[in-house]
């Protein structure tokens, strides 16, 4: 079916080439109902051993709706970095813009009760205006320097949330903050699920929208700003426009969870932004596999699962089972370590990411491709032409 | 060939990049589906003349006029734009002020200068955006902007590179899809919502590129990626993406450098292809002469960023300065 007959030389692909074809033809209908078979499942896997021994039923699927936030986080630095390959480090400025502004919008604090559901989309909304905002002044701007002005954001953005107290009631934070209500219905304090089928929702739409945005026109401009930047000027793309709304949408999903965030702790305080969770989103990105839209929402998930989970798990198993000096080591603690080891070790074996777009995977395996045929002409004839 | 007003008409064109100056006054005339090459030696100020006609490069001096209309210039009246970001913003502020003043009422002051600050952030978008609304207020207050790259591509250039600047890792057809970008009209939105409209122009669009493939002599090669397309593929590759805009002129540059003989020979019959078959226009960059000499109707000859020799090839090949500057011995 695909023209190119080469082999995918040392990397296999997870999928099968047929089912892959497949998913592709029918899109949508395949999220939704890949995505309704995750939901159902998940919490009946959990009540299996040895995932009943971590935790309660209810534990696990609280901390779901919380991998989900990070899914949808990573789904909107995905298209900013894989997609557009546009440095973000400071994309948590937009998590909190979002968060603040349902906080806002229905808390006690300010006295407004606007509904959650209208405020999913005041908040993504509010998220892509400062997404507009910080793209502006950054689009002249190249690789490093694009990446310390955007860090820079990320750091004024809390701070500014810190110190307007009679906004943000400054490191207190805004408490109280209303739960979401569904034709009367109010999400309960304690269960769990009514946030965990409605982040299922969130994502599975943000995901199908996704996908089409990626095969539109605005999807290739977006590939093209990442692969040549002069040349894609040089076909007609206004790559000021182009960036600017790669800045938008990804900033919208950070909206969307801030929202979602906001609803579900009842608590929104800035230190909640820091610097460490747009790293954490940007390692969950480069681990998952950029430019790849499912790769990156199951690595993030994943990530989180691992990071939340396993890392308690070490620290009860080496305790109980009284491990000299790894008994006392708190796993927990030593998180970013292990994403920095992480990291490390993936850029070395795996740089394309655990689940790579075929792209991404050529990109970084130039010169196992070029060596394993005729694209030796490929490779010399460029060089010759200086 | 011609039919009175020319494609392009670049007078003047002068290139300084601090003390050199890489194109000094040149003109440079094309008619409609004209084949015109430009030669000389290295760093004659080829290659820097073509990317001030692109869009890339803001001359010095000079003017390139497209259809016409002058598309690229020095700026003129440049001061003027700052001061429409500001002057609405300022205006708003200063009556909310002096009526708030007036009124003594705080909450006045307040809304007018919040209001103002929204009007400055929407004019500096503006600014950036340059929506053609925009343009057009620009153009009434007699600023002149030079064009931006793609600017030049929405008016009918399209342009390949010395070095292949294709989009490696994406497909043959994608690369020429990229291309049509300008000729595609689906918004985002009609992404998002995936409606009629987007999902059958996608699938013209697909046609359309697949045809312009087969006109270049990829037929059939739609999904091989960029990157392993063997050399003389590629440039044909980049030929067919510049065809995607439905230009009026091309610009090559170097079309067949690194060819052997018989790649050449396809790549001159591709060239008279499309002047004869699209009615294009075609301003080549060439070192093989016999390339320069075989299809171009009118040859401009540049040594040291001046022009030295313009006119037929025999006119030119018989120019003892250009045969001076460049061809060395007679007789190729």
Known sequence: ?386 | MGNGRPVLAASAVTMQFGGLRAVNAVDLQIPHGAIISLIGPNGAGKTTLFNVIAGILEPTAGGVDLGGRRMIGPAKRAFLEPIVWVLPGVIVAALGVSVGQASGSAPIVAGAILVAMAILIATLLSAIIRPAWYQDLLTRLGVFRSARPSDMVQSGIGRTFQNIRLFQNMSASENVLVGMHTKLSSTPLDAFLSTPRQRAEEAAARVRASELLQLVGLRGRDDEIARNLPYGDQRRLEVARALGSNPALLLLDEPTAGMNPHETGEMMQLIGRLRRDLGLAILLIEHDMRVVMGISDRITVLDHGERIAEGTPEEVRANPRVIEAYLGSPAQ
């Open chain 1, 1 to 386: 079916m695909s023209g190119s007959s080469r082999p995918a030389s040392r990397s296999r692909q997870i999928i099968p080439p047929r089912i892959s074809a497949f998913f592709s033809a029918h899109r949508s209908i395949s999220i939704v109902v890949g995505m309704a078979l995750a939901t159902t499942l998940l919490p009946l896997v959990v009540l299996l051993p040895p995932f009943s021994t971590f935790s309660r039923q209810a534990v696990w699927i609280d901390g779901f709706s919380i991998a989900g936030v990070f899914v949808l986080l990573a789904l909107g630095l995905n298209v900013v970095v894989g997609l557009a390959g546009l440095l973000d480090l400071g994309y948590a400025a937009f998590y909190a813009i979002g968060a603040y502004s349902y906080a806002y919008g229905a808390s006690p604090f300010s006295g407004l009760h606007v509904p959650f559901w209208p405020m999913l989309l005041v908040g993504a909304f509010s998220a892509a205006t400062f997404g507009l905002l910080l793209g502006a002044p950054t689009l002249r701007l190249r690789g490093d320097y694009l990446a310390i002005v955007t860090l820079g954001f990320g750091e004024i953005v809390p701070i500014v949330f810190l110190n307007a107290d009679t906004y943000t009631n400054g490191t207190n934070g805004i408490g109280g903050v209303f739960k979401p209500e569904l034709l009367g219905y109010t999400f309960p304090l304690i269960e769990p699920l009514p946030f965990y089928v409605t982040m299922a929702v969130i994502v599975t739409v943000t995901m199908i929208f996704l996908y089409r945005l990626q095969d539109s026109r605005l999807g290739r401009a977006w590939m093209a700003i990442r692969e040549d930047e002069l040349a894609a000027n040089s076909n007609g793309i206004n790559t000021v426009t182009t960036k600017l709304l790669a800045f938008a949408l990804g900033a919208s999903t950070a909206g969307l969870a801030g929202v979602f965030t906001a609803a579900k702790l009842t608590l929104v305080s800035p230190d909640q932004f820091l610097f460490t969770v747009s790293f954490t989103v940007l390692a969950m990105v480069v681990l998952g596999g950029m430019g790849n839209i499912w790769g990156v929402a199951v690595g993030a998930f994943v990530l989180y699962t691992i990071q939340s989970v396993l890392l308690k798990q070490l620290n009860q198993f080496f305790t109980e089972t009284q491990v000299p000096i790894l008994k006392d080591i708190d796993f927990v603690q030593y998180q970013f370590l292990l994403y920095g080891l992480a990291l490390v070790l993936m850029m070395l074996i795996r740089p394309e990411g655990l689940f790579p777009s075929r792209r991404r995977r050529q990109e970084l395996h130039e010169a196992e491709f070029e060596l394993a045929g005729d694209g030796d002409e490929a490779a010399e004839a460029p060089e010759a032409v200086q």
